[in-house]
């Protein structure tokens, strides 16, 4: 299983960004898609999920900022990302379960300027 995540770059606080997260297999596959995001000199953190029916989750500091989904046609995930801070700043991957195995894509660096 290949997931490849891109769509970062550099943007103002308070502007958008929506990451995309390709994958090799039928998005209908994936239990669960993920978000994650790494800052410098901090651990991991999660973002977002969007589960195969559908139902998502959110961290607490991005929820009503970001949006997760998928579109099952394309075998994409998507993360909208609106009103950025500069807190926002990280490498973000996506990551796939599919049945116990989660499986991570590469990461896509989002650079947030104050």
């Known amino acids: 299983v290949q997931l490849q995540a891109y769509g970062g770059g550099l943007v103002q606080a308070g502007g958008s960004l929506r990451l995309t997260c390709t994958t090799s297999i039928s998005i209908r596959s994936i239990k669960v898609i993920t978000w994650y995001r790494q800052a410098p000199e901090k651990e991991r953190e999660f973002v977002a999920f969007?589960?195969?029916?559908?139902?998502?989750m959110y961290a607490m500091s991005v929820k009503g900022r970001f949006t997760i989904s998928k579109d099952n046609a394309k075998n994409t995930g998507y993360l909208q990302m609106n009103n950025l801070k500069p807190e926002d700043t990280a490498v973000y991957y996506c990551a796939a379960r599919i049945g116990e195995v989660q499986h991570w894509g590469t990461g896509t660096q989002v650079t947030v300027s104050s």
């Open positions: 969007i589960t195969d029916a559908g139902t998502t």
